[in-house]
């Protein structure tokens, strides 16, 4: 009984101090995030409680509109460039080649992701430019016209898009790697004889026993690309105009230019609900969908 | 070889079979092998431009067609990082002070932590540990706010514990290093306390050293990415003297506009340094700590 008792306490004092930094830094935040968003508050004089005045004002911002937008598409075309190219190069690599070449092409694919966004984009965006840029140069080689791609309204999101899908396709691909090695080599061996061509292997075998990998790096790259910040900031920062503004760059505008602190809260709560909403439906997808062996 | 041909009435001799198992690269896997090598030149090229531009005197920064190996040798515009007037090697030092402190405070805390949830029975740990893994879906500009509110109640901006204080612990660090010692056998921990080992000897002297592996992952995972982090900063730091490499560097890319730009792509050069050499020397830890959760977890 002492025994148990003296246990405790000294699990407490070994969870103790990550415990404090999460009540301090994270739900003490989250906690005071959503009471900030019923205050008006501009950092000069002490906030003042406005009722749901805040919430009522983001219907009506059409700028939110936007960037609601911008966050959407980006996730979801990030998910379907990181994810879905990334599970193919994981496959591909998985089989016999020299291992030589196997490695040299592991690291180019997944150097990148080590490597700052900041950094990255810092480079990218003189690949893009439009006039000096490398990119514009190989298609003017194949007679293709000059692509404004990070001044026209139309192309901003979708290099930036891009420049996300170049730097994280290598996790998803090491991840895909690695639940490979647990999918045993006689299923395969097994499938073979049975002779199932080698798309019904990829169909039937490869994709089910992956689904767990799979749904892993589908909600590891929403999550973060609904935060993402630096590679927009670098490339475009969110121009022109609101055309690649993301909610967090909406965000960070409010709180830390205007000093809105009170709105940018309450647009902080919605981002938090969205999270939420999308890891619950996430797990439940998991439950029901992913293929446990 | 098992062989199963049952029912099938034209069933291939042991011969056949033999040969269609041993043909493991049919056509379409062929064009995967070429598209995965020809796509992999893009992944690199940044990296070649950046190293080539880096070495380019200013006025050739920008000649076409783009050259992918160095054409000449100017490290003048890696001196000249160093010798302006640009804080560099400033950034350079405070990026090294935060990151150093930011990692051995998380081998500290995450250790201790994982331990606990691993091999401590205390009340309420598994609800403890659940609630701390809600971190990981929590974007930082939520809670960064009142984090601001917090630190300028403190006169704590424009310091580097704005920064440090924040990333003192970390659930993804929390969860690796449980996940390693879940695997560290119970009957090992019994022992040594059958022995009278203390509570906390076991810890630091029997499961810490085994555990070298673990905090090599976290450690560098930690490293690497308080190197590269951008966000934090660019809300708490606003002095030049204080400012890490990510954030004053690309201030001084957008106050230089692309003239600089053999400077600017040296300064990204030196800022990726760190990571490279970590990545040569320890790809294994970085890669078993970045998948070890995404497979096992």
Redesign the interface.
């Not at chain 1, 019923?38 to 919430?55: V, W």
């Not at chain 1, 909403?277 to 446990?292: C, S």
């Not at chain 2, 199963?4 to 493991?24: D, I, L, Q």
């Not at chain 2, 730009?261 to 020397?281: D, E, H, N, T, Y």
């Given at each position: 009984m002492k025994k148990?008792s003296s246990?405790?306490?000294?699990?407490?004092l070994?969870?103790g101090?990550?415990?404090s930094?999460?009540l301090?830094?994270?739900?003490?935040?989250?906690i005071?995030?959503i009471l900030?968003s019923f205050t008006h508050y501009d950092?000069m004089s002490p906030p003042r409680l406005i009722g749901f005045s805040n919430y009522a004002r983001l219907f009506s911002d059409a700028r939110l509109a936007v960037v609601y937008k911008n966050t959407a598409l980006f996730a979801v075309m990030a998910v379907v460039l990181t994810v879905g190219i990334g599970t193919?190069?994981g496959i591909?690599?998985n089989?016999?080649?020299p291992g030589f070449?196997k490695y040299?092409?592991r690291?180019?694919?997944?150097?990148?992701?080590?490597?700052?966004?900041?950094?990255?984009a810092?480079?990218?965006k003189?690949?893009f430019?439009r006039d000096?840029g490398?990119v514009n140069?190989y298609l003017h080689f194949f007679n293709l016209p000059p692509i404004p791609w990070l001044t026209s309204t139309a192309w901003a999101i979708w290099s930036v898009i891009l420049v996300y899908g170049?730097k994280n396709v290598?996790?998803t691909m090491?991840?895909t790697l690695?639940?490979l090695q647990?999918i045993s080599e006689e299923l395969y061996?097994?499938a073979?004889?049975?002779g199932a061509k080698?798309h019904a292997v990829l169909f039937r075998i490869i994709i089910p026993l992956l689904s767990p990998?799979i749904l892993?790096?589908m909600t590891?790259t929403m999550?973060n690309t609904?935060?993402e910040?630096?590679s927009i900031?670098?490339l475009t920062n969110g121009g022109p105009g609101d055309a690649s503004r993301t909610v967090?760059m909406y965000?960070?505008d409010k709180?830390?230019r205007s000093f809105d602190?009170g709105y940018?809260?309450a647009i902080?709560?919605t981002?938090?609900v969205v999270?939420?909403i999308f890891?619950v439906l996430q797990l439940w997808a998991g439950r029901r969908w992913v293929h446990h062996s | 070889m098992k062989m199963v041909a049952s029912s099938n009435t034209v069933a291939p001799s042991p011969h056949e079979v033999a040969v269609t198992t041993n043909k493991r690269h049919p056509f379409w896997e062929w064009i995967g092998t070429v598209l995965v090598i020809l796509a992999a030149f893009p992944m690199v090229a940044p990296f070649a431009w950046m190293l080539t531009t880096s070495l380019k005197s200013g006025p050739h920064a920008f000649d076409m067609p783009p050259s992918w190996l160095p054409t000449e040798w100017h490290f003048q515009n890696f001196l000249s990082l160093f010798q302006s007037k640009v804080p560099f090697a400033t950034f350079l030092v405070n990026s090294l002070e935060v990151a150093i402190a930011v990692t051995a405070a998380q081998l500290l805390t995450c250790s201790m932590a994982g331990y606990a949830f691993a091999h401590l029975r205390f009340r309420h740990a598994k609800a403890i540990f659940g609630l701390l893994l809600t971190s990981l879906m929590m974007p930082i500009q939520v809670t960064v706010i009142p984090t601001f509110l917090i630190m300028s109640g403190l006169n704590l901006i424009d310091t580097h514990w704005a920064i440090i204080l924040p990333l003192v612990t970390n659930a993804f660090g929390v969860f690796l290093m449980r996940q390693f010692f879940l695997t560290l056998p119970r009957e090992l921990i019994e022992a040594a306390r059958i022995d009278g080992a203390s509570q906390f000897k076991i810890f630091w002297k029997v499961a810490l050293p085994l555990a070298k592996p673990a905090l090599a992952s976290l450690g560098i995972i930690t490293f690497t990415n308080t190197w590269n982090s951008y966000f934090l900063p660019l809300v708490f730091l606003n002095s030049w003297e204080k400012m890490t490499v990510p954030l004053g560097m690309f201030a001084l890319s957008n106050v230089y506009g692309s003239g600089n730009v053999s400077v600017i792509m040296a300064a990204v050069g030196v800022a990726v340094c760190p990571v490279l050499i970590f990545f040569l020397v320890a790809q294994r830890q970085i890669i078993s700590g970045m998948v070890g959760s995404a497979v096992k977890g």
């Amino acid at each position: 009984m002492k025994k148990t008792s003296s246990e405790t306490l000294l699990g407490y004092l070994y969870v103790g101090p990550t415990l404090s930094g999460y009540l301090l830094f994270v739900l003490g935040p989250l906690i005071a995030a959503i009471l900030l968003s019923f205050t008006h508050y501009d950092m000069m004089s002490p906030p003042r409680l406005i009722g749901f005045s805040n919430y009522a004002r983001l219907f009506s911002d059409a700028r939110l509109a936007v960037v609601y937008k911008n966050t959407a598409l980006f996730a979801v075309m990030a998910v379907v460039l990181t994810v879905g190219i990334g599970t193919l190069l994981g496959i591909a690599l998985n089989k016999r080649l020299p291992g030589f070449l196997k490695y040299i092409l592991r690291t180019a694919y997944f150097f990148p992701v080590l490597v700052g966004m900041i950094y990255a984009a810092m480079v990218w965006k003189f690949l893009f430019n439009r006039d000096l840029g490398v990119v514009n140069y190989y298609l003017h080689f194949f007679n293709l016209p000059p692509i404004p791609w990070l001044t026209s309204t139309a192309w901003a999101i979708w290099s930036v898009i891009l420049v996300y899908g170049w730097k994280n396709v290598g996790f998803t691909m090491l991840t895909t790697l690695a639940g490979l090695q647990n999918i045993s080599e006689e299923l395969y061996e097994a499938a073979r004889i049975d002779g199932a061509k080698s798309h019904a292997v990829l169909f039937r075998i490869i994709i089910p026993l992956l689904s767990p990998v799979i749904l892993f790096n589908m909600t590891i790259t929403m999550i973060n690309t609904l935060q993402e910040f630096d590679s927009i900031v670098a490339l475009t920062n969110g121009g022109p105009g609101d055309a690649s503004r993301t909610v967090v760059m909406y965000i960070y505008d409010k709180a830390f230019r205007s000093f809105d602190m009170g709105y940018a809260s309450a647009i902080a709560v919605t981002l938090f609900v969205v999270i939420s909403i999308f890891t619950v439906l996430q797990l439940w997808a998991g439950r029901r969908w992913v293929h446990h062996s | 070889m098992k062989m199963v041909a049952s029912s099938n009435t034209v069933a291939p001799s042991p011969h056949e079979v033999a040969v269609t198992t041993n043909k493991r690269h049919p056509f379409w896997e062929w064009i995967g092998t070429v598209l995965v090598i020809l796509a992999a030149f893009p992944m690199v090229a940044p990296f070649a431009w950046m190293l080539t531009t880096s070495l380019k005197s200013g006025p050739h920064a920008f000649d076409m067609p783009p050259s992918w190996l160095p054409t000449e040798w100017h490290f003048q515009n890696f001196l000249s990082l160093f010798q302006s007037k640009v804080p560099f090697a400033t950034f350079l030092v405070n990026s090294l002070e935060v990151a150093i402190a930011v990692t051995a405070a998380q081998l500290l805390t995450c250790s201790m932590a994982g331990y606990a949830f691993a091999h401590l029975r205390f009340r309420h740990a598994k609800a403890i540990f659940g609630l701390l893994l809600t971190s990981l879906m929590m974007p930082i500009q939520v809670t960064v706010i009142p984090t601001f509110l917090i630190m300028s109640g403190l006169n704590l901006i424009d310091t580097h514990w704005a920064i440090i204080l924040p990333l003192v612990t970390n659930a993804f660090g929390v969860f690796l290093m449980r996940q390693f010692f879940l695997t560290l056998p119970r009957e090992l921990i019994e022992a040594a306390r059958i022995d009278g080992a203390s509570q906390f000897k076991i810890f630091w002297k029997v499961a810490l050293p085994l555990a070298k592996p673990a905090l090599a992952s976290l450690g560098i995972i930690t490293f690497t990415n308080t190197w590269n982090s951008y966000f934090l900063p660019l809300v708490f730091l606003n002095s030049w003297e204080k400012m890490t490499v990510p954030l004053g560097m690309f201030a001084l890319s957008n106050v230089y506009g692309s003239g600089n730009v053999s400077v600017i792509m040296a300064a990204v050069g030196v800022a990726v340094c760190p990571v490279l050499i970590f990545f040569l020397v320890a790809q294994r830890q970085i890669i078993s700590g970045m998948v070890g959760s995404a497979v096992k977890g």
